[in-house]
């Protein structure tokens, strides 16, 4: 039995990563925090390791208590990450140091595994070209608009540029699903009769459904690839209109629609940026936010992930939002 590591195993994704690696029959180590809930981690053939990945020393600590207890990683799954943060600094420090202090410690341990898929964003390429409309491209030369994006950017140069690292890469569009929370406040609003959107400029949004990724994680795990990237989305383009009805359609809600211009978000950013700077805190609604709420394309290129693995998404939005909504409901969550 194969086995593999799934770092910040507690999280939305990560626990779909658990799910799929035990019921593709690998012995799974859930890599969490001291403090991290089990809540989505309740399966008992799931075996937890506690890493600490502030310094190099840390995760040598736990990979020690690995060997002495025989335990080696054919896989890991570099999944834990900070999508939104309190400080500026954080993103840096979680996303790309701790990536670095991990793979330092298992090359001094000598525990590189056989594939080190490390779980990225496309927002490390950052949108695609409004004017042209064009996707974003493996050629392209990335371009992030938020600390987030370029701090999971300077984790994949990090990463690309060791040498005999058997690195893959996988860069997702934005992930729904299940037990997720940025998009639930999206569903929320609509379950409660509102339809917000930013600015008057269309906005083509892409996305994945995170049974998708999760399956997709484990096929290229299994694949022949090696030092290799790619953007994952469902493969089709959906204008934010079109989010809106498919929402308003599997909840059975009618909305009042309004616009908030550009403008405005954008001065409540920076007002709040700059009294929470005070704090040295960054507000939810800050200028890295707003520079991804006014991108108005989200496109990606998805046809090298079709012609290496013939990866074909089960889910479309449509699909996807009405297993996502039945669970929220089931979890009274709306
Ligand atoms: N959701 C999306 O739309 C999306 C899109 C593209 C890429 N991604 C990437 O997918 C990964 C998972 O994201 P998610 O949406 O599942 O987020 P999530 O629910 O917030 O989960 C994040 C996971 O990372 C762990 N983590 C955070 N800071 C950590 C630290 N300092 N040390 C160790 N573990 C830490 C968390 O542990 P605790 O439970 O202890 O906090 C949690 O298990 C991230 O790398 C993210 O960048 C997400």
């Known amino acids: 039995m194969k086995n593999v590591l799934i770092t910040g195993a507690s999280g939305f994704i990560g626990s779909f990563l658990v799910e799929e690696g035990l019921k593709q029959g690998y012995q799974v180590y859930a890599g969490i925090r001291k403090s991290s809930s089990r809540a989505y981690l309740q399966d008992p053939r799931i075996k937890f390791l506690e890493f600490n990945f502030s310094t190099r020393e840390t995760v040598m600590e ?21 999508t939104k943060a309190k400080k500026k600094e954080d993103f840096y420090n979680v996303n790309c140091r701790n990536t670095i202090n991990f793979i330092e410690a298992l090359t001094e341990k000598e525990m590189v595994p056989e594939k080190f898929l490390f779980i990225s964003s496309l927002a490390a390429f950052g949108p695609g070209n409004p004017l042209t409309g064009e996707p974003v491209r493996l050629a392209d030369e990335p371009k992030p608009i938020e600390l987030y994006g370029k701090s999971k950017l300077d984790a994949e140069r990090y990463i690309m540029g060791l040498k005999n690292f058997p690195w893959l890469i996988l860069r997702p569009t934005g992930v729904y699903g299940p037990k997720e929370k940025d998009y639930y406040v999206f569903f929320q609003t609509i379950n409660r009769g509102m339809e917000p959107y930013i600015g008057f400029r269309k906005q083509v949004l892409t996305f994945i459904y995170v049974r998708d990724l999760v399956r997709l994680a484990f096929i290229a795990l299994a694949s022949p690839h090696l030092q290799k990237g790619w953007f994952v989305s469902d493969g089709k383009e959906y204008p934010s209109e079109l989010f809106a009805e498919i929402t308003k359609k599997a909840l059975g809600k009618r909305t009042i629609r309004f616009t908030v211009p550009l403008f405005i978000v954008k001065t409540i950013a920076i007002l709040g940026e700059n009294i929470a700077g005070l704090w040295g805190t960054m507000p939810t609604l800050n200028t890295d936010k707003y520079n991804v709420l006014s991108s108005t394309n989200w496109r990606c290129e998805i046809e090298p992930l079709e012609q290496d693995f013939g990866f074909k998404a089960e889910y479309d939005l449509e699909k996807g939002v009405a297993e996502t909504l039945a669970w929220y409901k089931k979890e009274n969550w709306l």
């Open 62 to 82: 736990t990979l020690t208590e690995c060997l002495r207890n025989q335990i080696r990683f054919d896989y890991i799954i570099h999944n834990a990450g900070l």
